[in-house]
């Protein structure tokens, strides 16, 4: 199950009806007598929530939002309007440990009731709290949008190659990868279409050999398998690396401009001379139609629309889950998920808008310098 943790946004965000909004619009004497007293009461209703720390709750499609009854950084403003800067500080940091603390003690007791496997946080409580280290979220997923980079690989390099003037199918691609998951093997597939050539890095050569042999068959394109740690990737412009650690891909002689796009943010590739990129995240921008699910409930001042779309996705098509399974389990041979999210995505209108590295945002300078024209110097 799906859950969102924010402030409010609002006052009325916390009345739980839309009641007043419909009195509002009559124009009666009656109506405005009607108006003043629900006002005065539903007032008092959130003053109460915000002494006593009750969460509000509501319920969209097969998910939760949990709203803390107060705007975290409208309240240390104001209380703060008048102070120095030491004692802001000071303030802000008693605010959050009081304030938050009780709360997110009822919150923990809500995912527990409501059986939240997945969290999305806003972006305040995101900055206020260690999410990561929270007791609440030790054993939960907490999105971040991470979990649609292995469905934005071929949107990522049109971005790049882009800037740079190129086209995919003058380029080879190259796939880290230590498990032939159903994922990895999908976007070899898909990918295959648009790439002059298609290359797998593995250790495990033999695990891949005859699925490799059914897609160059079924699709009509030509895989490589290789993993000579001096060769297979010393003239990769273009590395897609699903699974290999830290030091599993540094012991591999890498181009020295080659971009590598990292599907786990924890995973880093620094080597002595290495002056390309590695694109560890980034964020998307959606149709009106794909947003306005998170404009009704006030989701989008709060949250990053990569992290939204992701939480979309995450009920139905993109499950975690997916990502952890082998190919070889039978029940997944015929469940082509990644191609029913590429459709979802097409349909939105998805599009790339910023590529984020280990330094942050990648200017658009960074990607048309980063690949050399010629390999001489490689």
């Given at each position: 199950?799906?859950?969102?943790?924010?402030?409010?946004?609002?006052?009325e965000?916390?009345?739980?009806?839309?009641?007043l909004?419909?009195i509002?619009?009559?124009?009666t004497?009656?109506?405005?007598?009607?108006?003043?007293?629900c006002?005065?009461?539903?007032?008092?209703?959130?003053?109460i929530?915000?002494l006593?720390?009750?969460i509000?709750?509501?319920?969209?499609?097969?998910?939760y939002?949990?709203?803390l009854?107060?705007?975290?950084?409208?309240k240390i403003?104001?209380q703060?309007?008048n102070?120095?800067?030491?004692?802001?500080?000071?303030?802000?940091?008693?605010?959050?440990?009081i304030?938050?603390k009780?709360c997110?003690?009822?919150?923990?007791k809500l995912?527990?009731?409501?059986?939240?496997?997945?969290l999305?946080?806003?972006?305040?409580?995101?900055k206020?709290?260690n999410?990561?280290?929270?007791?609440?979220?030790?054993?939960?997923?907490?999105?971040?949008?991470?979990?649609l980079?292995?469905?934005l690989?071929?949107?990522?390099?049109e971005?790049?190659?882009?800037?740079q003037?190129?086209?995919?199918?003058?380029?080879?691609?190259?796939?880290?990868?230590k498990?032939?998951?159903?994922?990895?093997?999908?976007?070899?597939s898909?990918?295959g279409?648009y790439?002059?050539?298609?290359?797998?890095?593995t250790?495990n050569?033999?695990?891949?050999?005859?699925?490799?042999?059914?897609?160059?068959?079924?699709?009509n394109?030509?895989?490589?398998?290789?993993?000579?740690?001096?060769?297979?990737?010393?003239?990769?412009?273009?590395?897609i690396?699903?699974?290999?650690?830290?030091?599993?891909?540094?012991k591999y002689?890498?181009?020295?401009?080659?971009?590598?796009?990292?599907?786990?943010?924890n995973?880093d590739y620094?080597s002595?001379g290495?002056?390309g990129?590695?694109?560890?995240k980034v964020?998307?921008?959606?149709?009106?139609?794909?947003?306005?699910?998170?404009?009704?409930?006030?989701?989008?001042?709060?949250?990053?629309?990569?992290?939204?779309?992701?939480?979309?996705l995450?009920?139905?098509?993109?499950?975690?889950?997916?990502?952890?399974?082998?190919?070889?389990?039978?029940?997944?041979?015929?469940?082509?998920?990644?191609?029913?999210v590429?459709?979802?995505?097409?349909?939105?209108k998805?599009r790339i808008?910023?590529?984020?590295?280990?330094?942050?945002?990648i200017?658009?300078?960074?990607?048309?310098?980063?690949?050399e024209?010629e390999?001489?110097?490689a």
């Open positions: 199950m799906l859950g969102y943790i924010k402030e409010k946004s609002s006052n965000e916390l009345y739980e009806t839309s009641y909004s419909n509002k619009t009559k124009k004497k009656f109506a405005k007598l009607q108006y003043l007293l006002f005065t009461f539903y007032e008092l209703i959130v003053k929530k915000y006593f720390n009750l509000t709750i509501k319920k969209i499609y097969d998910a939002i949990f709203i009854p107060f705007d975290l950084e409208t403003e104001q703060n309007k102070t120095n800067l030491k004692s802001k500080k000071k303030h802000i940091k008693t605010y959050e440990k304030k938050l009780k997110m003690k009822k919150v923990r995912i527990e009731k409501y059986k939240i496997d997945n999305v946080f806003s972006n305040e409580l995101e206020s709290l999410i990561y280290e929270e007791e609440v979220t030790r054993k939960i997923h907490i999105l971040d949008g991470s979990g980079m292995p469905y690989i071929k949107d990522i390099l971005y790049i190659l882009k800037q003037g190129e086209k995919t199918e003058l380029e080879d691609l190259y796939f880290c990868m498990e032939p998951k159903q994922i990895y093997i999908d976007n070899i898909y990918l279409e790439f002059r050539n298609v290359h797998v890095i250790p050569i033999t695990k891949f050999q005859k699925i490799i042999e059914k897609i160059e068959e079924k699709e394109i030509v895989v490589t398998i290789s993993n000579n740690k001096k060769k297979s990737l010393k003239k990769a412009k273009w590395i690396n699903f699974d290999f650690e830290d030091d599993e891909i540094k002689s890498i181009y020295r401009r080659a971009v590598i796009i990292t599907m786990e943010p995973y620094d002595l290495f002056e990129i590695q694109i560890k964020d998307i921008d959606t149709s009106d139609e794909a947003k306005e699910i998170f404009s009704q409930y006030n989701l989008l001042d709060n949250v990053p629309i990569t992290t939204l779309y992701e939480s979309l995450n009920e139905g098509l993109l499950n975690k889950n997916l990502l952890k399974t082998n190919l070889l389990d039978k029940s997944l041979s015929n469940k082509r998920q990644f191609y029913k590429r459709n979802k995505m097409v349909k939105d998805v808008i910023r590529l984020y590295g280990k330094n942050g945002i200017t658009n300078e960074e990607c048309k310098r980063v690949v024209k390999l001489s110097s």
